[in-house]
């Protein structure tokens, strides 16, 4: 019940977005050498098709909101990348270590979206695995029916999902895995794409 964007937002559709709207660059003030970081109002040079990292929860549903979408749940994610058959990776069962830019392979960045071909799920769906770990909509609780509880369950953290170029392969890239993080938090390992409601 509905669209998905195949990539993670660039840099330079980001760029779109801040120009129109005044939005604040993304930015690392704790890590003001961070090569993530916007100079001059635009992003780093040669990046324009890199997903764009550095941006909170509220950027990212700004964003999206702006382009006439919005942030997709976790369930949603979720579902995009394990297909129709419920895979443990957007290609199957079996963890393939260069299918994805994960830690693994030590480029100790990320790549341009759609650049590793082969980390795609069934439902065309790109950089699940690697790249950058995306936000979600959905806040870290216990799975329905689960009795599971942890001091950080509640609405505190937003769940973010999928691999990055900072995490390993296993466990970290699996269609299940699970990150989280506050709504104001930035890091250069964690992006975003948009989803729309079909009909």
């Keep these: 019940g509905f669209y998905m ?6 840099m330079a559709r980001y760029k779109k977005f801040v120009d129109a709207t005044g939005r604040p660059l993304p930015d690392n003030p704790n890590h003001p050498e961070d090569p993530y970081i916007w100079k001059n109002k635009t992003y780093p040079q040669g990046m324009e098709d890199n ?6 929860y509220d950027d990212a549903a700004e964003y999206c909101k702006w382009a006439g979408k919005r942030l997709p749940t976790e369930l949603e994610w979720e579902k995009a990348c394990r297909g129709k058959d419920a ?3 957007p290609w199957g069962d079996t963890i393939e270590i260069g299918r994805a830019n994960t830690r693994d392979l030590d480029l100790r960045r990320s790549s341009p979206v759609g650049g590793f071909p082969e980390d795609v799920s069934q439902y065309g769906i790109y950089d ?14 216990a799975y329905p029916g689960s009795e599971l509880k942890r001091d950080t369950f509640g609405e505190t953290y937003k769940v973010a999902r999928g691999g990055s170029w900072v995490h390993t ?4 890239s699996r269609c299940a895995s699970r990150g989280i993080a506050q709504t104001w938090y930035r890091h250069r390992s964690l992006g975003f794409r948009c989803v729309k409601d079909a009909g």
């Design 51 to 56: 997903p764009v990292a550095l941006v909170s």
């Design 128 to 141: 699940m695995a690697g790249n950058l770990r995306e936000w979600t909509t959905s806040w870290y609780n």
């Design 169 to 172: 392969a296993m466990p970290e």
């Design 5 to 10: 964007d195949i990539y993670e937002v660039t």
């Design 87 to 89: 895979l443990r990776w």
